[in-house]
């Protein structure tokens, strides 16, 4: 875990990225009633899925600008060397498949094994919605933050495209909305003295 965050320490663009992607996931996961294994399956993954970086060039993973297919290629490689590296720990056989899977797309034009539809573990899925959304929704070195609503349109519009499944989706914006609504000032709890 401590790997993982120093990881995540050197692009500053990514602060915070791991801790929201646990607590994105392992909410996702109490929403669909899922067993207890796999909400800490959800919490861990949120942490390593991108562990496998350690082993991805620093002029690849750290470059601001678009990355050329050869680059492109080393960057994917994220996925596999992460689930090695966990290999052997028997404590994160239900984490691997996350690390493995948080990039596939449902239509199979995902990476790294271009699994489609259900072939993809449920718990990878989630991930990568997850995943996606926290992308889109923080700074980066070639475009700003997008708001809430923008970001929910472009996973929709990832569904249509046959990409991400519409009831993971759903159960992840209707949470995200709840959370505004909560943290809005008209209905913040009042401050106790
Ligand atoms: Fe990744
Ligand atoms: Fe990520």
Redesign the pocket.
């Known amino acids: 875990m401590s790997l993982a965050l120093t990881i995540e320490a050197r692009d500053a663009y990514?602060d915070g990225?791991?801790q929201r992607?646990a607590s994105f996931a392992v909410a996702v996961g109490y929403a669909l009633g899922l067993p207890p294994a796999d909400i800490e399956a959800l919490r861990r993954g949120g942490v390593l899925?991108?562990i496998g970086k350690v082993g991805v060039p620093d002029g690849v993973l750290l470059k601001p600008g678009r990355l050329t297919p050869t680059e492109f290629d080393a960057m994917k490689q994220h996925t596999m060397i992460g689930d090695r590296l966990c290999a052997p720990l028997r404590s994160l056989k239900r984490v691997r498949p996350i690390i493995r899977h948080?990039h596939e797309r449902l239509d199979g034009s995902g990476y790294p094994d271009g699994l489609v539809g259900d072939a993809i573990p449920q718990l990878a899925q989630i991930m990568s919605v997850v995943?996606v959304f926290?992308?889109l929704t923080t700074n980066r070195p070639y475009r700003a933050a997008m708001t809430l609503d923008d970001a929910c349109r472009e996973l929709e519009s990832e569904v249509d495209r046959g990409w991400r499944r519409a009831d993971l989706v759903d159960v992840f914006i209707a949470l995200r909305r709840e959370h505004r609504a909560d943290a809005s000032p008209d209905t913040a709890p009042k401050a106790v003295r």
């Open positions: 990514t990225h791991c992607l899925h991108d948080h995943d926290d992308a």
